[in-house]
């Protein structure tokens, strides 16, 4: 890679090669698939939660979208025969589940090359979590926010290393999204943002390169279609199913409006919306169905019912179960 000659920063050099010792600042419905991404990819991933509960939860999910991809090997047409297929997907899901580490403390981020932050879109738990990972870095190491639309260059303006930080904004559900937006902040360093797209295609993804502004450009433009979606919703133009289904039989939008949003967590596009509303206009403002709707926990697929009802989310592993744990010791059963 070329070296940056930013002012800001001394000439660092980041390489195109996926790290191969990764950390995930929460393991929530983005961590735990951001977690299952590197995981398949090879790389040591440590989770680290702010309780043993969450830690759990965690764990959870992380497993199950192991065995999701697991599930697929053994399913996909037999390379050999469908005992091989079975024995290597087995195989390949017992060695992802190996090099998880998952941890309370923040000090087990230590070995870490590249961190990836998936904390709530709350902008003081962010820099907080931003600034205490940094904390146990090497100078050379990565940060990253999954932010959906929180100012990368503002959440980097506190850290000592502004030029190792940048935005990787995954999508949800991480597994079946193709997407990965790269954002530059004014000091990330342009060496760093080139080499993700490296990491990002080691990953089976496709980036896109943005620079930092309110909503990079898909949760702007998602975001505008959902909140045009529950106005027509409120005023009575036509039903939830109805409204999807003209965007995705009349636009070939793989998934409706409303159902995206019930995917993402309404009370996650509610904070993002306000956010846009006060950065680019009020043509953010949350519709009240939005609002309302999140008042009563209606959150979509994790609360069981947003726009649409969800069965309910699977139970999370007894806290008892799980305690934090070294780096170095061996999976968790
Ligand atoms: N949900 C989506 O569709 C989606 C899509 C793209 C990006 N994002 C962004 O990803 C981020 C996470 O969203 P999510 O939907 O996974 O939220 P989530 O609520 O499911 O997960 C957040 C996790 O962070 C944990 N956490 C809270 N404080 C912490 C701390 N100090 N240290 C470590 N862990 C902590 C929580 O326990 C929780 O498990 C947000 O910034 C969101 O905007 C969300």
Redesign the pocket.
Known sequence: MTPTTDAHSPSVEFSPTLPQIVGV?????????IAHAFLMAGCTVTV????LD?LG??HVRVHAAVQKSAEKLRTSPPAQEPAANAAHAADAAHAAMARLRLSTD?VHLAPCALVVE????VVE??T??LL?AERHLDAAAVLA??????SVTDLARNLARPENFLGL????PVPASLLVEIVAGLRTSPALASAATGWVAALGKTAVSVQDSPGFAS?RLGVALALEAMRMLEDGVAGAQDIDNAMVLGYRHQTGPLRTTD???LD?RL??ADYLARTLGPRFDPPQILRDKVARGELGR?SGKGFFDWDPPPAATPAATLHPRQPHEGPRP
Do not use: Q
Not at 25 to 33: H, K, Q, T
Not at 169 to 172: G, I, L, M, V, Y
């Open positions: 600042l929460g393991g929530g419905r983005m961590g735990a698939g680290v939660e702010r309780d969450a939860g965690a923040y998936a904390v709530p879109e738990l962010k907080k979590a205490e926010t999954n932010t959906s639309s929180l904004h995954f999508f949800n949760s995917l993402v967590g996650v904070e993002i994790k």
